[in-house]
């Protein structure tokens, strides 16, 4: 932490002096130190603090390059918050782990060595079982949704905000729960192999091929970019999760796999090159499209946050946060002013914001603490949690927040109800399995 200190102090002053690329590279030095410690310390690729640490500070430093026209000097306050939110989640992660004596290299080996006793075929047929209700269900969703609307994403070329206006309140959190089949499918393929049984002579397996296929037909027919890398993420991360290892070979085929489908997703959404170009606002015109459109969906969200913090004329809070409370009560629908607040971003149609985003709007710099501490303390407690685990299903939950951690970046995932639905859901079959 002593290091992520001075090299906060530094890149800040780089900044302001308007050095920026050495000042995010310095950040990014970092956020690498920050994860290469806890890996060698615990072994754990998916370490939760390490990602963080490594995509929450490396995307400020992403940030800090200011390539973009969009993007202006940040107010102290901004620096100041961000900061605050990484030291106090790392240092209750820190503190919880020194006095119950968390995760070392040892813990992580048995842990990948449990499922070859904890394991049943008991086991087995429910997560075949579950799979298959949750795209049954998905898809069902979806056809109403289609049936309801009136038309398929995929097939409305030309219409930018397909996706957005695709949207049944309520309904379409069983559409995209379509996310956690491959996961689950990862989960069985596992097990299974461990148990001695080959995968080609099963015929769960081949099961569970054509429930993942459905699963992920549903984001190719949504167009949606977001929950195709949702669902190939976490099935990676609960595959690292339950064996330590993940193979550069597979990494390969999986990146050769997503880079076309998310280009055509683009296109299918009517998003050209020039669309996005015009909202990017790139200082260098020429910088080609697979470099500026992931750089602004990382960097111009602490963008936004320090929209945020000038902006803001009062704080909410609590009410901001509690989103997922009002939208899966239907409170929303009741109250509309418990919802009805004001987002302030660079530009209209960049409305990616940060994990504190909310935290911020709720309690000011007092929220960025909360909310640090908070998750620190939680992401221990699914550590922990994962030490203890006597059902394999429990390792899509900790993939899920794993991925959240990678793309803390992002969005204000628990402000989101639909984090909570995967996590209910996820819950109730880590029940039902280990029943």
Not at 147 to 175: C, D, K, N, Q
Not at 251 to 275: C, D, F, K, M, Q
Not at 309 to 336: C, D, I, M, N, Y
Request: proline share 3%; aromatic share 18%.
């Amino acid at each position: 932490m002593l290091v992520y200190l001075i090299c906060y102090i530094v890149s800040f002053i780089l900044a302001w002096q308007h050095i920026y690329v050495l000042s995010g590279l310095v950040l990014l030095g970092a956020a690498l130190w920050l994860y290469i410690k806890d890996y060698m310390r615990t072994g754990n690729l998916i370490h939760l603090r390490g990602l963080f640490c490594l995509f929450f500070v490396g995307g400020q430093g992403i940030s800090c390059f200011k390539l973009s026209r969009l993007q202006t000097d940040w107010a102290l306050m901004t620096w100041i918050s961000l900061f605050l939110a990484v030291v106090f989640f790392w240092t209750v992660f820190e503190i919880l782990t020194r006095l119950f004596d968390g995760w070392s290299e040892k813990d992580m080996q048995s842990v990948y060595r449990f499922f070859s006793s904890g394991e049943s075929p008991l086991q087995a047929k429910r997560l075949l079982i579950s799979m298959s209700v949750i795209t049954a269900v998905s898809l069902l969703a979806f056809l109403f949704e289609a049936w309801r609307l009136g038309f398929v994403p995929m097939f409305s070329y030309g219409v930018p905000h397909a996706y957005s206006e695709f949207h049944i309140s309520g309904v379409h959190y069983f559409t995209v729960s379509c996310v956690l089949v491959p996961s689950l499918s990862v989960v069985y393929s596992v097990m299974t192999a461990r148990r001695g049984r080959g995968l080609t002579r099963d015929r769960g397996f081949w099961l569970a091929v054509v429930l993942d296929v459905v699963a992920l037909s549903i984001p190719l027919l949504c167009v949606s970019r977001f929950q195709l890398i949702l669902a190939a993420g976490m099935a990676v991360f609960t595959y690292i999760s339950m064996t330590g290892s993940f193979s550069l070979i597979h990494a390969g085929i999986l990146i050769v796999l997503l880079i076309p489908a998310y280009l055509i997703l683009t296109v299918l959404r009517s998003h050209s090159v020039e669309y996005l170009n015009g909202i990017f606002e790139m200082k260098n015109s020429h910088m080609p499209i697979f470099i500026t459109q992931p750089y602004i969906y990382i960097a111009n969200n602490y963008d936004n946050f320090n929209c945020l913090v000038e902006q803001l004329g009062r704080h909410s809070f609590g009410l901001k946060g509690l989103f997922p409370l009002w939208a899966l009560t239907g409170l929303k629908f009741l109250f509309p002013s418990l919802v009805n607040f004001p987002l302030y971003v660079t530009k209209e149609e960049l409305t990616t914001v940060t994990l504190f985003y909310d935290a911020y709007y709720d309690f000011g710099v007092f929220g960025m603490i909360f909310f640090g501490a908070l998750l620190g303390a939680a992401c221990y407690g699914l550590v922990r949690f994962r030490k203890k685990l006597t059902c394999p299903a429990g390792h899509i939950i900790y993939a899920q927040i794993a991925m959240y951690m990678i793309l803390s970046f992002f969005t204000t995932w628990f402000s989101n109800p639909t984090t909570w639905f995967y996590l209910i859901l996820s819950g109730l079959v880590y029940l039902y399995v280990d029943a």
